[in-house]
């Protein structure tokens, strides 16, 4: 089976001198007793099929479903119409960066996490506190009627998208569209950012190649495990419905000096092309630059190189690009900070409404992942977050200008602000972002079944796992009390606050025992 993986941790090869052909030893996983002797297993199997000169592949699929006992959610049935039973293609991730491909049957605060895996016998049960995340594949889209106007973020890491019901002194109240109409006390919030225009998602993933060109080397482009990987020269595209101002978001990680050419606004999703109207990024580490292409005229420089020091100090950055076609501006953000702005004064040529990515190196590999494309209101700069203890409210307005005082609340589409001289009406559409005052925050640790969960659309919410049941999981979240989320709109599933141990493998999270491309 071509292309085939199985998994384990970070493996040593033994004196060779190339990979080709390199005999690979596991080294023990010290997460728990089972999961050793799994891997005691998966070696042996590897040693027989290395002897047939067969490929084997580990894989997972989310198989949620349980109904459960709302204090110790003890399982008994499943849903087989999220998980097929032949599909095991998602993934869990140990803290010690250990990985393993399986399906998830469930999750019960009495026996742990249920794991199945086509080399075990039974179900593999391990305990919370060893499991970094479970990441899952084939997860719902959000609906494109779904345009939520407001990003709430709250004190304790929770994001949602959402839009605004009412605002009182004590009270939010929001609606969402994985888990309904929501409620929260005002002191949990930290900032609300408004999308005058909503904020609809055009793409979101991948989970998986389907809908992406491919073209690629001996080690080109290809797809693993919610990224998309090359270690040699290649082209990956994608139509990704590009139109008016929109946001391309997504995760690069890199080992090694490497060179990445990425072309927006084209109609050749299946090639490198020159002769097609286009905005063409430039990157490797420390530095970025921005040429026009454009049908007929070739291709013209944008402005200066910006200089990226930072990535000097890194080997994983997430990139945002703002592009506004009405003002002819395009802009990176790196981790949040504005690297540059361009503007084309000779107006935006391109009209195309894909992307391409171009890896322009042998040897070093990089990763791409977590891809979020969206509408965008048009706005260039990010608005600093205040820094520190914030003593008032802080509300930045559409002309720029920010006001300083207390919010009273948010009603009839108008604010109720209150600053030393007088009391201020302002309507929401003039507003684009709130912070809120905080008072000290005690932080509270973690329980092993305090999860945190990435939604599809965007956000994460957390809460203590109460009740796991046949389309969906319920709990108690610290922000929103008793709630629950559609399984299905479920992209990853965080155990512990600490995140999992980075590998040298850059190839995702899971570890080679042997590469059947070779």
């Not at 914030?390 to 009273?408: F, I, P, S």
């Not at 005690?442 to 990435?454: C, G, H, Q, T, Y």
Request: glycine letters at 8%.
């Amino acid at each position: 089976m071509n292309g085939s993986r199985t998994t384990s941790r970070h493996l040593e090869p033994t004196s060779c001198p190339s990979r080709r052909g390199a005999r690979y030893t596991t080294q023990p996983i010290s997460v728990l007793d089972l999961a050793r002797r799994f891997h005691n297993l998966v070696a042996q199997i590897k040693s027989a099929l290395q002897s047939l000169g067969a490929a084997f592949i580990f894989c997972l699929q989310i198989a949620p479903g349980v109904a459960a006992d709302t204090t110790n959610t003890t399982a008994s049935a499943k849903n087989q119409a999220l998980a097929p039973r032949g599909d095991f293609s998602h993934l869990l991730q140990f803290l010690d960066g250990a990985s393993l491909h399986g399906r998830l049957q469930a999750m019960d605060t009495n026996r742990g996490v249920q794991w199945e895996h086509p080399a075990a016998k039974n179900e593999i049960d391990f305990k919370p506190e060893g499991i970094a995340l479970i990441r899952f594949e084939n997860v719902q889209r959000i609906g494109s009627e779904s345009k939520p106007t407001c990003w709430f973020q709250f004190n304790n890491g929770d994001e949602v998208f959402g839009s605004l019901k009412s605002l009182e002194t004590e009270k939010l109240r929001l609606e969402t569209w994985f888990g309904g109409d929501l409620e929260a006390p005002r002191d949990a919030l930290r900032a609300i950012t408004f999308f005058p225009k909503g904020f609809a998602i055009l793409y979101e993933g991948p989970s998986g190649p389907d809908g992406w060109n491919m073209t690629q080397g001996p080690k080109g482009w290809r797809y693993r495990d919610g990224a998309f990987v090359a270690n040699s020269v290649g082209v990956l595209g994608r139509n990704l419905n590009l139109s008016g101002s929109c946001s391309i978001e997504f995760d690069l990680a890199w080992s090694g000096h490497f060179s990445l050419s990425f072309i927006l606004f084209t109609d050749a999703v299946d090639r490198f092309d020159y002769s097609v109207s286009s905005y063409m990024f430039h990157l490797a580490p420390g530095y970025v630059n921005l040429q026009r292409v454009q049908t007929g005229t070739g291709v013209m420089s944008l402005g200066h190189q910006a200089q990226i020091p930072d990535m000097l100090r890194k080997n994983k950055v997430r990139i945002e690009i703002r592009a506004n076609r009405e003002d002819a501006t395009i802009a990176l953000l790196m981790d949040g900070v504005l690297i540059s702005q361009w503007k084309d004064h000779a107006g935006f040529v391109a009209k195309g409404s894909g992307v391409v990515f171009s890896s322009q190196m042998e040897g070093p590999t990089i990763r791409l992942g977590r891809f979020r494309v969206s509408q965008w209101n048009g706005t260039i700069e990010p608005r600093p977050a205040p820094v520190g203890q914030v003593e008032e409210d802080l509300v930045y307005l559409a002309n720029r200008d920010k006001v300083t005082g207390e919010l009273r609340g948010i009603q009839d589409g108008k604010l109720a602000f209150t600053i030393p001289q007088t009391t201020l009406e302002i309507p929401v559409e003039r507003v684009t972002q709130i912070f809120f005052a905080r008072s000290a925050v005690e932080s509270v640790a973690r329980k092993p079944w305090e999860l945190r969960f990435d939604v599809a659309g965007g956000g994460t919410v957390s809460f203590r796992l109460e009740k796991w049941s046949e389309d969906r999981i319920a709990g108690t979240s610290s922000n929103f009390g008793r709630m629950a989320i559609n399984l299905a709109s479920i992209r990853q599933i965080q155990f512990n606050a600490k995140p999992p141990k980075e590998t040298d493998d850059l190839d995702g999270p899971s570890i080679e025992i042997w590469d059947l491309d070779e």
